[in-house]
């Protein structure tokens, strides 16, 4: 079993910044790709931000340049530092860690970006 749980979320002003962290437990490989999506009211969940365990990432254009993506393979745990924060970032964040054994998603945490 894989248990993923996420934290960081909350509500921020417009051109603020918050970080998500996500971490993964049980029985993880070292191969694997761990990212962040959103689904926002009444739209479908869309990635945000990938990244490789061996450090490559991809990111969503409408995050490019706000977003970082990074992650500490010791502690299966990644995270998503957002920057100029807009309210159409306002959704909830799920994390996702994908590998040998299958997807796992954690419960997700709101973001909420006031204007």
């Known amino acids: 079993q894989v248990q993923v749980v996420e934290s960081g979320g909350g509500l921020v002003q417009a051109g603020g910044s918050l970080r998500l962290s996500c971490a993964a437990s049980?029985?993880?490989?070292?191969?694997?790709?761990m990212g962040w999506y959103r689904q926002a009211p009444g739209k479908q969940r869309e990635l945000v931000a990938v990244?490789?365990?061996?450090?490559?990432?991809n990111y969503a254009d409408s995050v490019k340049g706000r977003f970082t993506i990074s992650r500490d393979n010791a502690k299966n745990t990644v995270y998503l530092q957002m920057n100029s924060l807009k309210p159409e970032d306002t959704a909830v964040y799920y994390c996702?860690?994908?590998?040998?054994?299958?997807?796992?998603w954690g419960q997700g945490t709101q973001v909420t970006v006031s204007s």
């Open positions: 996702n860690i994908l590998q040998r054994l299958g997807s796992y």
């Open positions: 049980g029985e993880i490989f070292s191969i694997n790709v």
């Open positions: 990244i490789t365990s061996s450090g490559g990432t």
